[in-house]
């Protein structure tokens, strides 16, 4: 063998190595990013799980809340008032 058909096969199997470890490297991220959407896409459908179910507790408290009276009022009653509400009179 000639030293130029060393350096020449030397070279190409060389190149050859490079071009795997590209694949290679190509993979790899690929991969990551498939996992990273997965990933993403079961955080977001977890978290809209989440703010529907707070959704529609909210909504039923609201509910319940126009239905039942508050124990608070925002204006004074009279005492005369109080006491014809009492259960003792």
């Known amino acids: 063998m000639h030293p130029i058909d060393r350096y020449e ?10 071009r795997r470890a590209q694949y290679e490297s190509m993979a790899r ?4 990013e498939q996992v990273m959407n997965r990933n993403i896409h079961k955080a977001a459908n977890w ?8 959704g529609e507790k909210l909504e039923q408290f609201g509910d319940f809340a126009k239905r039942q009276p508050t124990q608070t ?10 006491s014809n509400m009492s259960p003792h009179h």
């Open 9 to 18: 096969t030397i070279r190409r199997g060389h190149e050859e190595l490079l």
């Open 29 to 32: 991220k690929a991969l990551v």
């Open 47 to 54: 978290l809209g799980m989440c703010l529907v179910s707070w």
């Open 73 to 82: 009022t925002t204006t004074r009653a009279h005492a005369r008032q109080l």
